[in-house]
Structure formats: C-alpha cells, structure tokens
C-alpha cells in the first residue's frame, strides 16, 4: 500500500513538473564580447522551470561557422552560473561560451544549442575582430552615455518611454557601427516604485537586457564603469 502511495505521489509530482515546464524556455539577453586575439565571447541566459533551481544547461554549446546554413564548429563551457536562488519560481543562469580560432574581419554566425526544456536560439552572425594594427578599414564606434530614467518619475521629466525611444536610436544606426562604447547606467533598478513604477531590481534588468538583445546579439557592447561622486565640505 504504502510503495503504491510512493509510486502515486512521484508520478503526480513528474506530471506537475512536466506541466509546468510545458512552454519551452529560450535563451534570452543574449551579447557579444572581446575574447582576447582572434576569439569571441557568446554569453547569454535562461530562467530555470518554477520550483526547480537545478541547471536547465549544464554543458553551454554554441554552433558557429561561416554559412548560416552550415554551422560546423561546437564550441562548450561546463561553466555557469545562477542567480536569485532564493526566488524558485524565477532562478536565473547565466552562461558563457567562447568561440576561438576564429579568422580576422570575418562573418561568423552562430546559434546557441537547445538542452533540456530551453530551445535553441535563432541564428545570428557578428563579425570577428580585424587584426590588431590593420589599417585597411575604419572602425566604427558609437560613443554614448546613460539610457535615462524609465518609469513614473522618467515619464514626468523626459516624456514616455525614454528607454525605448534611445533603443530605437540605436538600432537605426546599428548597420553602421562596429562597437558600441555605453558611459553609464543601462537601466535605472533600485527598488523604487518611483522610478521602476512597480517592476523589481530582476525584472527591470531583466526588461531592459532582453531589449537590448538586437543589438548585443551582433555586435560587441561595452558598458563602462560609471561612478557618482560625492563631494562633502567638513569644517576646518
């Protein structure tokens, strides 16, 4: 009796689970980044099912070559890492995968490979890095600073959708840009509904990466370290 009640409660358990993982996830927020010589970073990242905090891809796999339909190359990272743990019905990971040997000034594109309940990715392409002094092509970099506030307090001095609005900008000039250089904050999440207009620290990073996605999927984008400082006066 009692290993049917055992036998009973697993296979609900497995049905619930099975359930809640219907709808497949898809790696999202995905950017490129520098590698060293001749190498490309791919790092991207993927919610967890609710109520399960074990890794949805423990061995990372990006398929990359020079024809979108013919991705020969498999490059694979055992390495990862999760995120707000403690919330089990959002745990975050987050992967990275670095795709060598890979030829100078060159179109390259990739996929990131589907694993467990996280499809695969859509084919993207960036290109790779020219070689360090080459001189015969300009280097186009877009330079620029601070996304702005989003949210109620956004709204009431810079007008409705300010991040959206810079995003587009970006995107309109994308086909003419190398590398984006960022001075500043990405998104403004601090917890406060003022400024977030009820999105939490997660979701509002989450929000504005997943956004950002059509162009750090193929292009490199640097943020830079941006710091406020403080000037206090003490008495003499």
């Not at 900008?169 to 509904?193: E, M, S, W």
């Amino acid at each position: 009796m009692y290993t049917f009640l055992l036998f009973l409660l697993f296979a609900i358990a497995k049905a619930v689970d099975g359930y809640i993982c219907l709808e497949r996830r898809v790696p999202d927020q995905i950017r490129l980044a520098f590698a060293g010589n001749n190498a490309v970073n791919v790092g991207w990242h993927s919610y967890a099912c609710p109520f399960r905090i074990d890794n949805p891809n423990p061995t990372p796999t990006v398929f990359y070559g020079l024809s979108r339909t013919t991705l020969k190359f498999t490059s694979v990272n055992r390495q990862s890492k999760a995120y707000n743990r403690r919330n089990i019905i959002k745990t975050s990971w987050f992967y990275s995968v670095e795709l060598r040997n890979l030829k100078p000034s060159t179109i390259y594109y990739y996929k990131i490979a589907a694993s467990q309940y996280v499809s695969a990715s859509n084919i993207y392409s960036f290109k790779s890095p020219p070689t360090l002094g080459d001189r015969r092509r300009a280097i186009n970099i877009a330079a620029y600073g601070d996304l702005g506030v989003d949210g109620l307090l956004g709204t009431v001095t810079n007008g409705a959708g300010l991040f959206e609005r810079a995003l587009r900008a970006l995107q309109r000039i994308l086909p003419k840009v190398d590398f984006f250089l960022h001075h500043g904050d990405i998104c403004y999440a601090d917890n406060t509904p003022l400024l977030l207009f009820g999105k939490t620290y997660e979701e509002a990073m989450d929000y504005c990466q997943t956004a950002m996605m059509k162009i750090t999927s193929t292009r490199f984008y640097m943020t830079a370290v941006l710091t406020y400082s403080k000037i206090t006066n003490k008495p003499s």
